[in-house]
């Protein structure tokens, strides 16, 4: 946890807030999902079985138009 | 800030990507496209394991000019960083590997009147898979309760993204989307095709985006254009694109017939949804092969700026090669156009 706070307090020093959540991600502070079991439980836990959240931006399915 | 003794590292998310004839950088934070010249592509790479102070020792003073151009624009775009030698080891570049938890990521399933889906089935089984998106394209006029019902089959359900294309018909009011979108929370783009000239296109104010296109999509035919409308800026699809068909994988889909396909324009067939579970198919030989032709293997593709963030179709390519470029691409990145 130390060696994390340290990392956190340079990369602040970077000096550019709007990359932190990056910064966080480039230093693999944020573990990644492994396997469908684990993801479906983390999705539950978060947004519970009859909640959903759009994916905002995600690419496109097909292209017709 | 005197950089000299410093080391210059663009943000992992700010990706660049070498053409034939220029490069762009990516940012995929911000969703922006910089073009940059190919020199600077290579200076970018260069710079990842030497300071700026020690690349410059070399070059004269024009070229240092140059250098000092590339890092203002580096900087000024909000692209990159300075950091010391140290530091640099704590901003890896993403690690390139695609990892996804859902065997199956995206469907499509298309009907016309002919077609007699169990829709409830099918969407049960796309669960099974993990999909969370799908899109399910209509070529004939359908009914606001028909669809109502189809769409009622998904409202517990883990699939959370659904594109709809559906013809329009006088039933299909403005009010009616509206009922339609409100009633659906899980749509995240309505098509309405064939749409009259006469009228004016609906307003564009849900949470879904609704779109009214003139074009008659009657067939799967229509699809695979390549359109820089269709690009997409995000770190997942570049970071699958490398390793990955952009288009194909984790894909299935379901023709009007109930053919199970990669893709409801190919012919191949991989048995019936009547007779044929989608895990069977997803598991039968041959399917996952069109996965791997990523954009760095597909020709005239693989010297292409916009490879990583463009979409691709295997269905139509030129001279029907299983490597060939899109043959709705009118993009030629050796001369930097796009044909009309």
């Known amino acids: ?65 | 800030m005197n950089a000299n003794n410093q080391y210059l590292t663009l943000f992992a998310n700010c990706i660049p990507v070498k053409g034939a004839s220029r490069s762009v950088i990516c940012d995929t934070q911000h969703k922006r496209v910089k073009f940059i010249p190919n020199s600077m592509y290579d200076w970018i790479q260069e710079l990842k394991s030497i300071s700026i102070e020690d690349y410059q020792k070399e070059l004269n003073e024009n070229q240092i000019q140059i250098t000092n151009d590339y890092i203002d624009f580096i900087i000024q775009n909000d692209f990159g960083f300075f950091c010391t030698k140290e530091e640099l080891a704590w901003f890896p570049e993403y690690d390139g590997s695609y990892e996804s938890p859902n065997e199956i990521e995206n469907a499509i399933i298309d009907s016309d009147d002919s077609s007699n889906h169990n829709y409830q089935k099918i969407f049960s089984q796309l669960e099974q898979l993990g999909c969370e998106a799908i899109q399910l394209r209509f070529f004939d006029a359908i009914k606001f309760e028909q669809l109502n019902k189809i769409l009622s089959h998904l409202e517990q359900s883990s699939i959370v993204s659904i594109d709809l294309a559906l013809p329009f018909s006088q039933e299909w009011s403005n009010e009616k989307v509206k009922d339609a979108l409100n009633k659906h929370p899980r749509i995240f783009q309505l098509t309405l095709t064939s749409f009259p000239a006469t009228l004016d296109p609906y307003p564009n104010e849900h949470r879904a985006n609704l779109v009214c296109s003139s074009k008659v999509i009657d067939s799967n035919s229509h699809c695979g254009i390549i359109d820089p409308k269709y690009f997409r800026l995000m770190k997942e699809s570049m970071i699958e694109a490398r390793d990955f068909n952009n288009c194909l994988n984790k894909k299935i889909s379901i023709d009007v017939h109930g053919t199970i396909k990669n893709c409801p324009t190919m012919s191949e067939s991989f048995g019936n949804i009547a007779s044929t579970t989608l895990e069977e198919a997803l598991n039968s030989n041959g399917f996952k092969t069109k996965w791997f032709i990523k954009k760095d293997d597909i020709k005239i593709c693989q010297d292409c700026e916009f490879r990583y963030i463009c979409s691709d179709c295997r269905a139509y390519t030129q001279n029907e090669d299983a490597y060939g470029k899109p043959l709705k691409c009118n993009y030629n990145p050796e001369k930097m156009e796009w044909k009309s």
């Open chain 1, 1 to 65: 946890m130390d060696d994390t706070k340290d990392k956190l307090e340079k990369l602040l020093k970077v000096d550019n807030f709007n990359r932190l959540p990056l910064f966080m991600e480039n230093a693999k502070l944020i573990p990644k999902k492994k396997n469908l079991k684990e993801y479906k439980k983390i999705t539950v836990e978060k947004y519970g079985t009859t909640n959903f959240r759009h994916t905002v931006y995600r690419k496109p399915i097909s292209t017709f138009l």
